[in-house]
């Protein structure tokens, strides 16, 4: 099985910032993609930002510019670092990856963290 444990989350100003953190662990293989969703109250689960295991990124229209995704494949972690946050940036964040089992490296699987609040104030 795989682990996420996602950290670095917290109440920042508007205008700040924050730099999330998510640690994969378990009988990894290989990691295909790390994905940071959020989501606020009332709100559906939101995709951010995705990085697959060859360097691609990807980013929601709303973070562009302000939010950047990088991994380190060593250490099975992805980050996000997220600058000039807005109160409509609160939010749950959650990691999201789909991985490999050393067990069953020709099946994918996907895994969530438990999240952490992210809090901007206006």
């Known amino acids: 099985q795989v682990q996420l444990v996602e950290s670095g989350g917290g109440l920042v100003q508007f205008g700040g910032s924050l730099r999330l953190s998510c640690a994969a662990s378990g009988s990894i293989f290989s990691i295909d993609r790390m994905d940071w969703y959020r989501q606020a109250p009332g709100k559906q689960r939101e995709l951010v930002a995705g990085m697959s295991s060859g360097g691609n990124t990807a980013y929601a229209d709303s973070v562009q510019g302000r939010f950047t995704i990088t991994r380190d494949n060593a250490k099975d972690t992805v980050y996000l670092q997220m600058d000039h946050l807005k109160p409509e940036d609160t939010a749950v964040y959650y990691c999201?990856?789909?991985?490999?089992?050393?067990?069953?490296?020709?099946?994918?699987?996907?895994?969530w963290g438990q999240g952490t609040q992210v809090t901007v104030s206006a």
């Open positions: 999201y990856a789909i991985a490999r089992l050393l067990q069953t490296p020709t099946f994918t699987h996907q895994w």
